[in-house]
């Protein structure tokens, strides 16, 4: 056969046509701005991706909530809205209560315990979520939970009908039992929340407290070490295994990286989160031995919630933590 100039066009034809097939792009809603380092670390992520996919896989990263708000993200991923996301777990604990243990107080306080609690929850929650198409990809842990205000916190009576800012159902109904008032305010709306008087307090990590600047609204941060909740990925099942073979590993690979590379990150947070307050006029302390009893009262009572919500599931679930 003798090339022709129809041959060489129809051939150029197809090398652009497959490789338009062959890109995927991607759109990944998170719930963090950019100055997270859960966002830090899932940028890299998706570089990972770039790099390890030849550019056929291109995730574009969407973050504090800017392409879908934190409520909607992981339904808008279910539906295929987007293909993948971000959101914390224990936004779901109204769907399924076992997507909150990681946010019952002092069970998990610390990152050795918080890593157990993940092993022995993993299987159970990627199980839950493939139920609803939806594939765990990573999860990573906020740098422990603690108490923000605008006077020192000696016993925890001081909370009583304070407006407390909460995140999810623990940190609503940790500040409800200290008689506090919670108000659920996703972290973009912070600043705004306090500028208007909405509300006067916040239960959140080192992390979000530095991140938000927290020194503008507040005067005090009680490392209370409450919980560590955890942020998970995930991608739309159907759209995960609609991608070669190849694309799916260089995902998974990425993933694991993400994890470690998270639970890292996480670790070296709480320190460095800390002195940067300190050196904005925060005043750091740990709890008293009156407010750690008080705290551990009402851990108590949530764990006990917790367990009849969570049922038998929940309670092999603390027993396979337990014994690890
Ligand atoms: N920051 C997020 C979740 C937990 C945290 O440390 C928040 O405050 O909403």
């Keep these: 056969m003798k090339i022709n100039a129809k041959h060489i066009a129809a051939f150029m034809l197809s090398v652009v046509i497959g490789n338009a097939q062959a890109e995927t792009n991607w759109d990944m809603p998170t719930p963090y701005g950019d100055s997270n380092f859960h966002t830090a670390n899932i940028l890299e992520f998706a570089k990972d991706v770039k790099e390890a996919t030849d550019g056929e896989l291109n995730i574009t990263v969407h973050s504090g909530g800017s392409l879908i708000k934190h409520p909607e993200i992981k339904n808008s991923v279910r539906r295929g809205l987007v293909p993948i996301g971000e959101l914390i777990m224990s936004r779901l604990a109204n769907e399924d209560p076992l997507f909150e243990v990681d946010s019952v107080p002092f069970l998990a306080s610390n990152y050795d315990e918080a890593w157990k609690l993940y092993q022995?929850?993993?299987?159970?929650l990627a199980e839950r979520l493939e139920r609803q198409r939806l594939k765990l990809?990573?999860?990573v842990p906020w740098p422990p939970q603690g108490i923000y205000t605008r006077f020192p916190v000696e016993t925890g009576e001081e909370l009583q009908g304070v407006k407390m800012r909460a995140y999810n159902k623990s940190s609503e109904r940790l500040a409800e039992l200290l008689g506090a008032v919670p108000t659920?305010?996703?972290v973009p709306d912070i600043p705004v929340a306090f500028g208007t008087g909405r509300v006067d307090a916040m239960i959140t990590s080192p992390s979000?407290?530095?991140?938000?600047?927290a020194w503008d609204y507040l005067s005090h941060f009680n490392h209370a070490q409450l919980w560590l909740p955890k942020n998970m990925v995930i991608v739309n099942s159907k759209a995960f295994e609609g991608l070669p073979e190849s694309t799916q590993k260089a995902i998974e690979t990425a993933a694991a990286e993400a994890e470690k590379r998270g639970w890292d990150?996480?670790?070296?947070?709480?320190d460095a989160k800390i002195a940067i307050m300190e050196e904005n006029g925060i005043v750091v302390s740990e709890p008293s031995d009156a407010l750690v009893k008080r705290l551990k009262e009402v851990g108590a009572t949530m764990e006990q919630e917790w367990l009849e919500r969570a049922g038998k599931d929940g309670?092999?679930?603390i027993e396979a933590y337990r014994a690890l």
């Design 120 to 124: 022995a929850s993993r299987d159970v």
């Design 137 to 139: 990809l990573f999860a």
């Design 184 to 186: 659920q305010v996703e």
């Design 208 to 213: 979000t407290g530095a991140n938000t600047r």
């Design 265 to 270: 990150a996480s670790k070296a947070e709480t």
């Design 315 to 317: 309670k092999a679930l």
